[in-house]
């Protein structure tokens, strides 16, 4: 569950905006709707194999999100009108998980407003350092999150003002990398998608 | 700060919840002692079939496998991570992280015995607890160091006993339907994990349990469901 608060609100870097992204001072382009698939490798130091996973991402402002895993576990997390919840797929239905921390969410959903509608360096989480060829460096400030994540790397997509991957490093052996596709920007969406898992 | 302060306390507080799933008593009654062997009314051939068939359900050779691990507590309540287990030969190395990736706790047990903790997010840096997990992985996966015995074990019937001197006993029976139970026993004769492995699957030509149903019983008695995700030969 640790990590669906950091992915989670990695998930609001997806909507980053090029703009954002490469001048601190820009203003943010309208975001109303975000949806794309990803497909997420552990990469672990006693792997010998990655641990390959893929999903749904879909995301409409101001805080309704779907974080959806197809494989290996079929998971759907799910935030609308201020609730949080978490399904597995089990038998092939759907059973909720209960204890996992809604207020922790309520922190992501902090984060994840806060990139939409704010610049990226104004996260009192993270210090971002604009890199070369569309990537940007997000540093923890605070010494007991750093032990956590070390860093989170963007890997901004073509000028579309979509993220085309975010990273996420635990240790020098141990990282998450998410690699977005078929992204979709500000397209209706049904509100159910954020209802029923 | 303040709002870093809270998300990390937030990560302490899914720390300290699963490790209360992990902890919680769910479990009830008197334990399970140690039955006595009745002699196997068998040929010798017979017995070594028993055997193999006993340490087919072990794993030989060097693999990762991955399954998602459910921990369960009363009330229905429950969650779901993943858990990597990487075998060569006597080495264990084990991961456990959530279904996003984030790990929680990785670990390896070499040959000699001799435990690694690389990485244990609070409170799972606890000692015992690395102990204990590994141990619970090494029982499940790599048959005991110890000459199986087959014999009549209790009212569950024929299968295989293995004393191990330092450890306890581990006794392995075979059910109808191809599905085994395992009944592991410390230095006192009592029960300290009951393990069901149901329906086995060939994966990279590899006999593996799909399901595993391990209940640890006591106080701070719990229950895991393991589903098989994948095995890779390595």
Known sequence: MLLRILTVFLSGLLCLTVAQAQDAGARSVLIRSVQADFVQEKHLAILAHPIVSTGRFTFKAPVSLRWEYFTPVHTVLLMDDGRTRKYVSQNGEFVEEHGMGVDSMQIVLQEITGWLDGEINDTPTFIAEPEKDGYIILRPRDQALARIVSRIELKLMGTSGLMESVTLYEGPESFTRMVFAEAVLNEAILPSVFRQP | ?234
């Not at chain 2, 040959?111 to 141990?135: I, K, S, T």
């Open chain 2, 1 to 234: 700060m303040k709002q870093v302060k809270s998300f990390y306390d937030a990560i302490k507080f899914f720390s300290v919840l699963l490790a209360l799933l992990l902890l919680s008593s769910c479990t009830r009654g008197a334990p399970r002692m140690l039955p006595g062997m009745l002699s196997a009314e068998l040929n010798p051939e017979q017995k070594e079939a028993v055997r193999q068939n006993c340490s087919g359900v072990f794993v030989a050779g060097d693999w990762q496998l991955v399954h998602s691990i459910t921990f369960n507590m009363d009330l229905g309540r429950g969650t779901t991570v993943l858990g990597v287990t990487v075998l060569s030969g006597a080495t264990v190395k084990t991961g456990l992280m959530t279904v996003e990736g984030f790990v929680l706790f990785e670990a390896e047990l070499d040959a000699a015995g001799q435990l690694e903790v690389a990485r244990a997010l609070p409170p799972f840096d606890n000692r015992n607890f690395a102990q204990g997990l590994m141990r619970d992985v090494k029982t499940l996966f790599l048959e005991p160091v110890a000459v199986p015995v087959v014999a009549a074990l209790g009212r569950e019937g024929m299968g295989c006993r293995y004393d191990v001197a330092a450890e306890g006993t581990v006794d392995l029976i075979p059910i109808p339907g191809g599905s085994f139970v395992m009944h592991v026993y410390d230095r006192e004769f009592t029960e300290t994990l009951s393990i069901e492995l149901k329906s086995f699957v060939t994966q990279d030509s590899g006999m593996f349990p799909e399901k595993i149903y391990l209940r640890a019983p006591g106080i701070r008695g719990y229950t895991l469901k393991m589903t098989l995700i994948s095995a890779e030969k390595i």
